[in-house]
Structure formats: structure tokens, C-alpha cells
T-cell receptor
Framework: GAVVSQHPSRVICKSGTSVKIECRSL??????MFWYRQFPKQSLMLMAT?????????EQGVEKDKFLINHASLTLSTLTVTSAHPEDSSFYIC?????????????FGSGTQLSVL | AQSVTQPDIHITVSEGASLELRCNYS??????LFWYVQSPGQGLQLLLK??????LVQGIKGFEAEFKRSQSSFNLRKPSVHWSDAAEYFC???????????????FGTGTQLKVEL
């Protein structure tokens, strides 16, 4: 099956620094990529939708200047958490969407645990 | 707006026993329903999905789910649970596929399954 690679799986950073998370579709071209964050014991919350070559669409309440999304190619999207603070500590997951013959399929990365000290 | 409710935060079953995880959804149109499983530190793996047709859907790992429109439910079942099924399970609802905007999913808060040996 299709594979989405997300890197790094875990990152610890100091407050005020920026962190970049990569999401790659390894064996298919993703029409759209989605970024979610998940707080402990809570559900995944959609942060933004990104389409290759265009600006990401952010969900209400998500700061686009803080969570920079770049989708430069059909196989790579990146999420940069700028000037990270402890409240940004969370589990971030990406998913990649591809349209098949009859429907759309979503494939998820394994997630990135971000800890901001 | 679409929403998903998973009433049970934690469920404990004995290995070999049957399992049912509840999911109720709210959606204005025909829903596109999913069940995902998440193991610790892992991304989400799709167990099954319902789009249309037969309301009883078979998935991977011996799971099945039944769509009941009258009850707005999509409960996940397994006749005999294995210890390796211990994980967190998420129900999700999305727009019908091929909408052109990607399949933005709304997730429930998850049900943590513990399997007693």
C-alpha cells in the first residue's frame, strides 16, 4: 500500500526556536496534504489543508504565521512551527490524499511528537 | 457542521471476547465514515470505511462496522479480540469523495481499548 513518511518522529527544542516537520508520499503523488495536531487524550484536530503549488488553507483558530506550511511538490509538504513555545508541544500528524479511480484515499504519516522546553 | 461522538473513552475486554466500539455522527449530507486505529507513537491506520452500498462493512484485522442512518451510528465490532488489538480507535466523518477540496475529516475523541489476557 501507499506509504507516507513523516520526519522526525520526535523532536525536542528550546522555546523560541523553529522546528520543521516533513511529510513525504513515497510511492505516489499526493493531490492534497493535511496537517493535524493531537493533544494527549484528545482527538486529531485539522490544522490546515495544503495543495501543491498554492497557499495552504488554515482552519479557524490556527495561526498561519506560526505554523508555516510549504507544499513545493506533489510528494513533499513541510510544517514549520516558528518561535515554538511550550504550548505548541503536541503530536503532529500529516496525511496525504490521492484520488483513485472511484474515490479518494487518505494515508497518514506516523506522526511527530514535538516537545518544547 | 459535522461532528463525531465516541461515548466511551476507555474500554477493557478479555482476550477472545467480543468488542463493540460506539460512534455517533452528525452530518448534513450523506456521510463518508471511517474507523482508524492508532498504536502508541504511530500514525493512523485505516480499518474500514463506509461510503455507500451495503451498510455492513468489512475491514482489516477481522473488524466490521455497521452504518445505521436512523441512529446516526457507525459502531465498530470484532467477534473475538486479540491482545494485539489493544490501541486507540478513532471514528471519523468526512465529506463524500471527489469533492475537489480533499477529504477533510472530523475525528472523534477516540476510545482506548485495553485487552486483558
Amino acid at each position: 500500500g501507499a506509504v507516507v513518511s513523516q520526519h522526525p518522529s520526535r523532536v525536542i527544542c528550546k522555546s523560541g526556536t523553529s522546528v520543521k516537520i516533513e511529510c513525504r508520499s513515497l510511492d505516489f503523488q499526493a493531490t492534497t496534504m493535511f496537517w493535524y495536531r493531537q493533544f494527549p487524550k484528545q482527538s486529531l484536530m485539522l490544522m490546515a489543508t495544503s495543495n501543491e503549488g498554492s497557499k495552504a488553507t488554515y482552519e479557524q483558530g490556527v495561526e498561519k504565521d506560526k505554523f508555516l506550511i510549504n507544499h513545493a511538490s506533489l510528494t513533499l509538504s513541510t510544517l514549520t512551527v516558528t518561535s515554538a513555545h511550550p504550548e505548541d508541544s503536541s503530536f503532529y500528524i500529516c496525511s496525504a490524499s490521492v484520488f483513485g479511480a472511484t474515490n479518494e484515499k487518505l494515508f497518514f504519516g506516523s506522526g511527530t511528537q514535538l516537545s518544547v522546553l | 457542521a459535522q461532528s463525531v461522538t465516541q461515548p466511551d473513552i476507555h474500554i477493557t475486554v478479555s482476550e477472545g471476547a467480543s468488542l463493540e466500539l460506539r460512534c455517533n455522527y452528525s452530518y448534513g449530507a450523506t456521510p463518508y465514515l471511517f474507523w482508524y486505529v492508532q498504536s502508541p507513537g504511530q500514525g493512523l491506520q485505516l480499518l474500514l470505511k463506509y461510503f455507500s452500498g451495503d451498510t455492513l462493512v468489512q475491514g482489516i484485522k477481522g473488524f466490521e462496522a455497521e452504518f445505521k442512518r436512523s441512529q446516526s451510528s457507525f459502531n465498530l465490532r470484532k467477534p473475538s479480540v486479540h491482545w494485539s488489538d489493544a490501541a486507540e480507535y478513532f471514528c471519523a466523518v468526512g465529506a463524500t469523495p471527489r469533492t475537489g477540496g480533499g477529504n477533510k475529516l472530523t475525528f472523534g475523541t477516540g476510545t482506548q481499548l485495553k485487552v486483558e489476557l
